[in-house]
């Protein structure tokens, strides 16, 4: 059965909501206990350095947090359309889609003084969108595949990619290829 679309998409954004909520309060935690453990030291800090400090930590949070969510949006909906493509082309798209993905990302190695930093950001959401096309084909071929040694293959040819062009980061490679493989099953018509 296949979920509705846009209310499973308002559901992560709320949670994303949640989370982003949750960090930027623990930032400001942070900065209470270290100022704490600094009085202690016989370090005196006034309370518009504190406040400053924890300003600052919890937008850095909220912001590091923020394109956390984005890049996983933009993986979902690139999964969306890579998982509803014909059969027949899916193989086709799964390719082209990872060969413009890579072919962006050169395209921003090269080019990211000239960019600026929202141009970099910008840009590589943008890969981040059709690396989602290429995983969530990759996904929807996984699970259609008849035998386990298929879907496994698959699966582990999707991780390799993931790492190859990641950060090697398992809980943020884990997580993409998690939210390809529930978006790439998810029909949005």
Request: hydrophobic share 55%; aromatic share 8%; net charge neutral.
């Amino acid at each position: 059965m296949h979920l509705n679309f846009w209310m499973f998409t308002a559901c992560v954004g709320m949670f994303a909501t949640f989370a982003i909520a949750v960090l930027t309060v623990h930032a400001g935690q942070e900065v209470l206990e270290m100022s704490v453990r600094m009085q202690k030291a016989g370090q005196v800090l006034s309370r518009e350095n504190i406040s400053a400090r924890m300003e600052h930590k919890s937008s850095v949070e909220a912001i590091a947090s923020g394109f956390f969510v984005s890049k996983m949006f933009q993986i979902a909906l690139g999964a969306t359309v890579g998982g509803s493509v014909d059969q027949k082309v899916l193989d086709k798209v799964i390719v082209g889609a990872a060969v413009l993905t890579v072919a962006l990302l050169s395209i921003v190695e090269a080019s990211s003084v000239a960019l600026g930093i929202g141009g970099v950001t910008g840009a590589l959401l943008g890969a981040l969108g059709t690396a989602g096309v290429s995983m969530g084909g990759a996904a929807a071929v996984a699970l259609r595949c008849s035998s386990w040694a298929g879907t496994i293959s698959t699966t582990a040819g999707m991780l390799s990619g993931a790492f190859i062009i990641g950060n090697w980061d398992i809980t943020n490679i884990g997580l993409q290829v998690l939210v390809a493989y529930v978006f790439a099953m998810i029909s949005p018509y």
